[in-house]
């Protein structure tokens, strides 16, 4: 069996028991850092072997790791912090296991951008998470004005030598809205900071950021700053019958057309 383990993201104590056992349960755990991880096993008293397992070598490791749960042997996955997969190596892992028919599972645990949406007080209720801006400035322009009319919150992923720039590219792209970076997540500086995008993000820059920002706005359809006769006669002068014209301002407006019938009567009054 192969686990793909989510690990502490900074606070050692968010580990979880399942996380513990799936690492003492294995025969061999692939690591993005084997350094960084051995620092975590050692922590808890666990000796295990270690085999790397980052971008750079990932395809390699995955034929590895495949032979490695082929034979029957366990074996765990972790990256540096957080779960696998998440803007993390992983995924290549996963799809060579699912094309070759080897179980795998997940015990999930600690993951930054849900952290970081929960403290950010923006609605969670529909969001897309982005991960880091990659790729000239250009390239990122254009990815992120696909996202311009999102009504959900969205996330990012931000190194601290990149913030300014990646919030200033928001700007470029969403306009001026309000944002949030959280930095330090479970650590004893934690902080989530409210901003404008069109201000900056002020103080120094240190630790990996969650930079969030609210979803587009519903922009007030123009009919509706007219009188409720002048939104009627629009339509009726665009073609429209008068019932069809009252219909159609009674869903601009989200009213029922009863609501509207009066102003369709032939009088002076308003």
Do not use: W
Not at 242 to 248: C, G, I, S, V, Y
């Amino acid at each position: 069996m192969v686990t793909f383990v989510a690990t502490p993201i900074g606070n050692l104590g968010d580990i979880t028991l399942r996380a513990l056992d799936a690492l003492k349960e294995a025969d061999v755990v692939f690591c993005e850092d084997t350094r960084h991880s051995l620092r975590l096993l050692n922590h808890f008293g666990i000796k295990k072997p270690l085999a790397s397992c980052h971008k750079f070598n990932e395809l390699a490791a995955a034929e590895k790791l495949a032979a490695l749960a082929a034979e029957g042997k366990n074996v765990a996955v972790v990256t540096d912090a957080g779960t696998p997969v998440i803007s993390d190596p992983g995924n290549l892992l996963v799809n060579v296991l699912r094309e070759r028919g080897i179980p795998y599972t997940l015990a999930p645990g600690a993951c930054a951008f849900v952290a970081a949406l929960v403290l950010s007080g923006f609605p969670a209720d529909v969001f897309a998470f982005l991960g880091f801006l990659r790729g000239k400035k250009s390239e990122k322009l254009s990815f992120l004005r696909e996202y311009a009319a999102f009504g959900g919150t969205l996330a990012f992923y931000s190194a601290p030598q990149d913030v300014d720039a990646d919030v200033a590219l928001l700007y470029e792209a969403f306009g001026d809205r309000e944002a949030c970076a959280v930095r330090e997540i479970t650590k004893v500086h934690e902080e989530a900071a409210h901003f404008r995008l069109g201000e900056g993000l002020g103080g120094e820059k240190r630790g990996e950021y969650v930079l969030l920002v609210r979803g587009a706005q519903k922009r007030e359809n123009p009919l509706n700053l007219l009188s409720e006769r002048e939104h009627i006669a629009h339509y009726v002068a665009a073609g429209m019958s008068e019932k069809e014209a009252l219909k159609a301002a009674a869903k601009d407006r989200g009213v029922s057309k009863s609501a509207l019938y009066k102003f369709t009567l032939h009088t002076d009054e308003e």
